[in-house]
C-alpha cells in the first residue's frame, strides 16, 4: 500500500511546475546583474550614425541609428523585465500557498529601476514613457497567457520578443505626441528625421517592425503554450500507462491466485476420497471390502500424483479421452455465473478420441481462451460461446468461438490479452498448445464473432 501512494503522489506533479523557486530567485538575479552591466554599453553608434544621416542627408544611416538605438534599449529592458518577473515566480515559490501574485512585484519595481538609474553613475538616463508602460502591461497579459509554458527559458523567449517589438515604439515620431520616445537619444534621432523630413521613413519602419515583431511574439507564446500541452499530456499519458502496467501485473497476481485455488481444489478431490476411504477401512473388518476400497485409494493417489506432475512439469503428459479434457475445463469455470453462456457441440466419435497431453496445463489454456470469449460478448444482446470438437483424420480440432466483435483485420500478436483484458493472452495459449505437439489458428467467423482453433494430434 506504501508503494501505490507513493506512485499516486508522483503522478500528481505538474510537468510544467518541476522548476523549483530557487532556480527563479538565481536565475532574476543573475538577469538584474547583466541589466546593470547593459548601463555600460556604449551609444557611440548612434552618435556616429547620426552624424553621418546629417552629413549626407541619407534616411538610411537615419535607420542604422535607430536599430542601434533600439538594440542597446532592447537589451536592457530585456534584462530588466525578465529579472524581476523571475524574480516574482521565485519569490511566489517561497510564499505559502502563493498568497502573492508573481507579477505585484515586476509591476512595482521596473518603474522604479528606471528612476533608480541616476544612482549608477552618468550617463543618459533611460526614459519610462509609453513603450515602457506598454510593454509592463504587455508582459502581464502575455504571463497570464504564458502560465502553462513550461520552464522560464520558453517563456524568457517569449517575454524578450514583446519587449523588443515595443522598443520600436521609441522610435516612432508618430508617436511623440502620446508619451513614446522622450529620451534624449530617441529624441536626438527623432529631431534629425525632422530636419532632414524624413519622419515618414521613421514612421513606417518602425510600425512595421513593431506588428511584426509583436505578431511574431504572439505566434511563439502560443506555440511555446501548444507545445507545453502536448509535453504534459505526454507526460500524463506516461503515468497513466505506468498505472495500467500496475494493474495488468496486479489482475495477473489475482489471476494466479484463482487458478492456484482452482489447481488446489482439484487436488482435494482425490484426497477427499482417500481420506474418507481409509476412514472407512479401519471400521471395517471384512477383508474383501478392504481391497475393493483400497483399489478406489490407490486410483485416487495416482490420480492426484498426475495432477501433480503436470502442475510441476509442462512436459508431463497422460492419455486422456478429449471428453475429459472437455469436462475438467468446463469444471473449472463451474464457480463463475458466465458458465451458463458456454455450450458444447461436439461429434460424438470426436469426444471418444484420445489424446496424449498434459489436462493440467491444456485445459488452463482453454478456461483463458473461454475467458477472452466472455469478455468479448459482454455486449452483446444475446452472448454466446460454443465449444465445438471436430475430428479430421490424425488431427481433432477445439474450436472456441463467439459472437463477439471479432479479432479485426490481422492475426493478433502473441501478447494479445484478449477483449478488454489484461490477462496473460494468447501468447501462453499458443506455448502450452506448441507443447503439447499441437498448433493454434485464430480468424474471425463469416458469421460474426472470433474464433480460436486448437489442433491436436490423436494417438493410433
Known sequence: MGENKAVNKKTLVDPSRRDVPFHYLLSGTVFLVLWMVSQLLPAGKVFYYMDLAVDHMDSGYLLASA???????????????????????GVTGYTPGKAIPSWILPLVAIPLSYSFLQFFGKGITPHFGTPAVLSVTSVLVLHFMTRE????????????????????????????????????????????????EREVV????GITLFCSLFLGGMITSEFLVAYSSRIRNLYLLRENEKKMALLREENIRNRGAVELQQLVH???????????????????????????HTSVIRKAARNMNGMVSEILSGRSRRNVKVSD??????????PFEWKEQVRVDAEEEALKTEIQVNLIRLSRALVNLLDNSRRAVESCREPRINIEVVRDNHMVSVRIRDNGPGFGHGVPPRNYSGWNS?????????????DNGGSVIIYDDAEGGGVVEIRLPVLI
Open 422 to 434: 489484461t490477462g496473460i493472452g494468447l501468447g501462453f495459449v499458443e506455448q502450452v498448445v506448441e
Open 67 to 89: 536599430v542601434v538605438l533600439v538594440l542597446i534599449n532592447s537589451t536592457r529592458a530585456i534584462f530588466l523585465y525578465l529579472g524581476w518577473f523571475l524574480l516574482g515566480e
Open 325 to 334: 479434457l472437455i469436462d475438467y475445463t468446463r469444471n473449472q469455470i463451474s
Open 266 to 292: 482439484d487436488l482435494k478431490r482425490p484426497l477427499t476420497t482417500i481420506t474418507g476411504l481409509t476412514d472407512v477401512i479401519l471400521s471395517l473388518e471384512d477383508p474383501s471390502e478392504m481391497k475393493s
Open 149 to 196: 509554458v513550461s520552464g522560464w527559458l520558453n517563456r524568457s523567449l517569449a517575454l524578450a520578443m514583446f519587449i523588443f517589438s515595443f522598443q520600436w515604439l521609441d522610435v516612432v515620431p508618430f508617436l511623440t505626441r502620446y508619451g513614446a520616445g522622450w529620451g534624449e537619444l530617441s529624441m536626438a534621432i527623432k529631431n534629425i528625421a525632422l530636419l532632414m
Open 202 to 205: 521613421l514612421d513606417i519602419s
